[in-house]
């Protein structure tokens, strides 16, 4: 079976732009969260969707978006990047709402210049 | 406002000693705690969980200690191998709908 995928695996982007990032969960897995890991930090919580619908935001700005599609894969989009954007952006799914056991994929590397 | 601290930036112990990785939080709400590990250029995995409603979980080598009224939970691994060698971290959450990350301890078990 496969894990959670995530694409690309590094970005590079300039102040100002926009990205997105996408996600693919664990098939059978409904529920997906984002999450921003920069160097020498845990992963800090951005968002959480369950059926296509936003269960929950972190304290992120908000030119941090995100959708979930019908086939439950996602997108976080970040618009306006700012150099403090720069960090590993990881898509983690679980099988229900509020599944404790969250299965987290490789990641996004992202650098902003 | 950090919910969920780890302290141990780091930590090195001898093959087959044990390896106790701590954490602290500070939200009583929380009712799941979980471990992952993590190694470099792949995303965290799930290692052991603990409901708020026990106080000890048991999983092969590993076992989650959990402390309520000190809101300290730890995590045992006996014996510690190299293959244990990587970033520890701790996780918290409330019924589901967010997740707090401690920042991680990095555990090196020396051959």
């Known amino acids: 079976d496969a894990g959670v995928t995530q694409s690309p695996t590094h970005l590079i982007k300039t102040r100002g732009q926009h990205v997105t990032l996408r996600c693919s969960p664990i098939s059978g897995h409904k529920s997906v969260s984002w999450y921003q890991q920069v160097l020498g930090q845990g992963p800090q919580f951005i968002f959480q969707y369950y059926e296509k619908e936003e269960r929950g935001r972190g304290n992120f700005p908000d030119r941090f978006s995100a959708r979930q599609f019908p086939n439950y894969s996602s997108e976080l989009n970040v618009n306006a990047l700012l150099l403090g954007d720069s960090a590993l952006y990881l898509c983690?799914?679980?099988?229900?709402?509020?599944?404790?056991?969250?299965?987290f994929g490789p990641g996004t590397r992202l650098t902003v210049t | 406002d950090q919910q969920v601290k780890q302290n141990s930036p780091s930590l090195s112990v001898q093959e087959g000693r044990i390896s106790i990785l701590n954490c602290d939080y500070t939200n009583s709400m929380f009712d799941y705690f979980l471990w992952y590990k993590k190694y470099p250029a792949e995303g965290p995995t799930f290692l052991i969980s603990?409901?708020?409603?026990?106080d000890k979980n048991e999983d092969g080598r590993f076992t989650v200690f959990l402390n309520k009224s000190a809101k300290h939970l730890s995590l045992h691994i006996v014996p510690s191998q190299p293959g244990d060698s990587a970033v520890y971290f701790c996780?918290?959450?409330?019924?589901?709908?967010?997740?707090?990350f401690g920042t991680g301890t990095s555990l090196t078990v020396i051959p």
């Open positions: 996780a918290a959450s409330a019924f589901g709908n967010q997740f707090y």
């Open positions: 983690a799914s679980s099988l229900v709402r509020g599944g404790y056991e969250q299965y």
């Open positions: 603990i409901s708020s409603i026990k």
